[in-house]
């Protein structure tokens, strides 16, 4: 069951909407609902004559406890009109630092909601979602930037290739799957080494016993990208959710993404649960 929820809170101009579904979400499942806000230390220059002039220092100080307090005020609002159960917190925390700090903090949580970055913004929203994936050891649902709807969970879809990753992700996903009309098990048949004949009608039968309405779809890849072809199904057959298995490796203490994650990362049209 999800009864405890965490999401990461944009703090700046924009709220991002992985607030709002957040809060959608935690309504859904009448759980509890912790909302972050980092203060973020400033960045500073420093000046030709060797030294950061204080009101350089002062003035980021003022400003980041402006966007912080503001985050957290719009997310207690959002919460009270939902009748949700908040937590709102502001941690410290360093541009570099923050991705480790929210993956730590969201493994004492069910599941942990963050924001798709905007292209050509701060990196700070990408590193959050990426080190929420691979460091809480806990699910995590990316919420696109153009998202304006709350959950919805009439048509999941269910990205399916027999690994490890794509198992952990379909077991957190099950009380989600729960809410739905039907589920659509996705799998794409031109992956080397993929015995999808046997593992995709064994998935499909392991969700129906759950009682979920289950159609198993094997599409061709072709010569386009993995990731592409599943965002093109999931277009075409309406899907308002998807779920999916994570994966990456590590390089110099820095995981980076798998070819077919980083794809929906940065193209995801709906909201995505992935796990590792």
């Given at each position: 069951m999800i009864k405890d929820i965490v999401v990461n809170l944009s703090v700046g101009e924009k709220p991002g909407p992985?607030?709002?579904?957040?809060v959608s979400l935690a309504a859904a499942f009448?759980?509890?609902l912790a909302g972050i806000a980092f203060l973020y230390d400033p960045i500073v220059p420093v000046s030709g004559a060797g030294y950061i002039p204080a009101n350089v220092i002062d003035a980021q100080e003022r400003d980041n406890e402006q966007a912080t307090r503001a985050a957290l005020d719009q997310f207690n609002a959002a919460c009270a009109r939902a009748g949700v159960s908040a937590e709102p917190l502001t941690l410290s925390a360093s541009?570099?630092?923050?991705?480790e700090q929210f993956g730590r903090i969201a493994r004492r949580f069910d599941l942990a909601v963050v924001g798709q970055a905007?292209?050509?913004?701060s990196a700070v929203e990408e590193i959050i979602a990426e080190s929420a994936l691979f460091e809480s050891g806990r699910p995590v649902i990316v919420v696109p930037y153009i998202q304006k709807a709350p959950l919805k969970l009439n048509n999941p879809m269910v990205c399916w290739d027999g690994s490890r990753a794509a198992a952990r992700a379909i077991a957190d996903s099950i009380p989600l799957l729960a809410k739905s009309e039907r589920v659509d098990v996705v799998i794409v048949t031109n992956e080397r080494g993929k015995q999808d004949e046997i593992e995709g009608a064994d998935i499909g039968q392991h969700l129906a016993?759950?009682?979920l309405k289950v159609d198993v779809h094997r599409i061709s890849g072709g010569n386009i990208d993995i990731g592409d072809a599943l965002l093109s199904h999931a277009a075409d057959s309406g899907a308002d959710f998807m779920v999916m298995g994570g994966f990456g490796h590590s390089r110099l203490r820095e995981f980076v993404l798998g070819g077919v994650t980083r794809s929906i990362f940065e193209s995801m049209t709906v909201p995505v649960l992935l796990s590792h």
């Open positions: 992985a607030r709002d579904y957040a009448d759980a509890h541009y570099g630092g923050v991705g905007e292209p050509e913004t016993r759950h009682g």
